[in-house]
């Protein structure tokens, strides 16, 4: 028999949840896998309705062996300016040891120091003499000059593609605390910088430090390469953020994930919820640079189901899933298809909803709703903004109370503390230190980005 077409079949069998072969099988190895599954908020409507729907496709990365991670290549980018200057530039020093000291004698390291210009401060080298590459930190990361972030960036870039393989995490982490004021320095610019990075397998994090740096820049250049970001309000606070990078580092599994969505003859795309992505007429394509080790990341579409009868079942979606599985260094694919049925009874219905999905679609709802108050409090509605972000925490405390699901419930409760949060810091926080923290909540919440 051919074992791998009954392992395909097997897949197909278990309904809407996707399997790879390391799934199935025993291996010499612990290896990463990725769980994927793909359900529809409403997989039971009612005869002849067309109510939207939500499809949701989550990839969650499987357990990895720290002992046999993924080697890393990493380049730091570092802001050196004069507004550095004495605590700042003594806890960014302390953040990139922390990094050296965290990587393997086999991973790879650059260091770019900028100011008016960037400059090499350790060129990409493996990180097997980590007394040498402190002391060079230490003597060479010193405050100076203006920003010339553009630069730094492009460096990084450099660095990380001396090495550059599939095999590995190619990372670049950016820190700044300030505007962009030499070279390059719009929004546009920089997100075309993101592109460029992202085109070549690199992902760019940035970590924002004070109430000066532009975020909607930062957050435009690690959107365009699916990376991470992170405000630091305070520099003591700078080696947590590290801390929390570091972890995502570590732990990926997979890279170049690409979600195909084909939706069948009678059900209409309507829009992406979250994450960006391409539709054209009736196929949906979004891509993610990475997939973390026990992380989920997903893809929400909203669809208007085909009509149909009662009793009836309907093919709804294709989904194919391709990616690059980091311990097999082999190209994985999954695919499956999403049917939805039809009921005359409500209870049918309202029994077959999947709630964390519902959960998921609101909170994404709410993070549109939080980007509208951004450009609000821009425009000096500060009362209006801060409205709407009540109204969401309003909200969604009462989808966690109406839920029964214990991970709906948890996701809604967390998201509407969240929401308090933000409405609490607008009445408490300067409005550069408040916008900075509903930047960073609607980039992370969009991109579902780990916060712990």
Known sequence: MNIKYLFSALA?????????????VSSPYPTPYVIAKSELSSPIILEGSQEHNYLKVSLTGGKQDTNKRTPINLALVIDRSTSMAGDRIEKAREAAILAINMLKDDDIISIIAYDDDAHVVIPATKANNKQKLINTINEKITPQGWTALFAGVSKGIKEVNKFHKK?????????????????P????????????????????????????????????????????????????????????????????????????????????PVRLLGRDGDIKGNDVTVKMNQLYSN???YVLLEVIPPKGKENEKKPLADVTISYDNLQTNK???????????????????????????????????ANLDNEKAIKLLDEGKKEEANKIIQQNAITLDALSGSVSSPTAKGKASVSAIENKKLSDDLDTKSEAVSRKNMKESTYQTQKQQSKN
């Open 295 to 297: 992380q989920e990341k």
């Open 185 to 268: 320095s719009s929004t546009k610019e920089l997100a075309d910088l993101g592109i460029v990075a992202a085109k070549q397998g690199i992902a760019v994090t940035t970590i924002g430090l004070g109430a000066s740096y532009n975020e909607d820049l930062m957050t435009a250049l690690a959107s365009y390469s699916d990376g991470n970001h992170a405000f630091v309000e305070k520099s003591a606070d700078l080696e947590a953020a590290f801390v929390r990078e570091f972890k995502d580092v570590m732990s990926v599994v997979a890279q170049e994930v690409t979600i195909t969505i084909h939706l069948q003859d009678g059900a209409k």
């Open 167 to 183: 095999e590995q995490v190619n990372r670049i982490i950016l820190l700044s605390d300030g505007q962009a004021n030499v070279g």
């Open 331 to 365: 190209k994985d694919n999954q695919e499956n298809r999403i049917d939805i049925a039809y009921s005359k009874s409500e209870q049918a219905v309202k029994q077959a909803i999947q709630e964390e999905i519902v959960v998921d679609s609101a909170i994404q709802k």
């Open 12 to 24: 197909l069998l278990s309904g809407s949840t996707f399997a790879t072969l390391t799934d199935l």
